[in-house]
């Protein structure tokens, strides 16, 4: 079965802190991408991924990608409470690359 | 951002009923999907469109049929709302598959009573 899992799914923490979300996947897909989704709202694309190796970072967020371990990650350094959001991956499913699979999101809550 | 609107935002319809949802598109994408956003399930894919019509299903696709008469029209219908149908829905496009991100319309929010 094609998955993506995401740890953790919830995620409490305080202003300052560092702090790292994993994305794990089953295929072999080396395409890999981040949304964030704040409450009530639509998704938006954060970062897009696209060989192993690669690194993104916008502000306090740094995205990776690591396709011989099947792995990508969300790192956020000194957290502050705008950052708090649903965080999805998702991956190109490598068998049928018009759809992508999804994690069920990471809810992060950074508090004062 | 991305041109995409849904239509409409709202609705609450009663069981057994026919509901259609629209996802409109100004950035001429071949590829356009239709999800849902349920608590504890994440994004699960309905029906996608790969060009005008043609369509494949997802993974939850039983009571939903989609349209695609032209590039820039992605309709999903409710055949016969039911009440496990009550879930905001998501249509998103794609300029290409495999490299390319996904963006979203702002959702509609389908109420079933």
């Known amino acids: 079965e094609l998955k993506v899992e995401q740890n953790p799914l919830f995620l409490s923490m305080q202003e300052g802190k560092n702090y790292t979300i994993y994305c794990n996947y089953s295929t072999t897909s080396d395409r890999l991408y981040w949304y964030r989704q704040d409450p009530g709202k639509s998704l938006e694309s954060l970062f897009v991924?696209?060989?192993n190796g690669a690194v993104k970072q916008e502000g306090r967020l740094m995205a990776s990608l690591d396709t011989k371990a099947r792995l990508s990650t969300l790192h956020i350094t000194a957290a502050v409470h705008d950052l708090s959001a649903t965080y999805f991956c998702?991956?190109?499913?490598?068998?049928?690359?018009?759809?992508?699979?999804w994690g069920l999101g990471t809810s992060l809550a950074v508090n004062p | 951002d991305a041109g995409i609107t849904q239509s409409p935002r709202h609705k609450v319809t009663e069981t057994g009923t026919p509901v259609t949802l629209r996802c409109h598109q100004t950035?001429?994408?071949?590829?356009m999907y239709w999800y849902r956003q349920d608590p504890g399930h994440g994004l699960r894919l309905i029906h996608y469109s790969y060009g005008v019509k043609d369509t494949d299903k997802g993974e939850v696709s039983d009571g939903y049929s989609v349209s695609r008469s032209k590039t820039e029209d992605f309709l999903l219908t409710l055949e016969s709302a039911t009440s496990s149908q009550t879930s905001v829905y998501f249509c998103a496009i794609r300029g290409g598959a495999g490299n390319t991100e996904a963006f979203f319309g702002q959702g509609t929010r389908l109420t079933v009573v």
């Open positions: 950035e001429n994408h071949r590829y």
């Open positions: 991924l696209l060989s």
């Open positions: 998702a991956e190109n499913n490598a068998g049928n690359n018009r759809k992508l699979i």
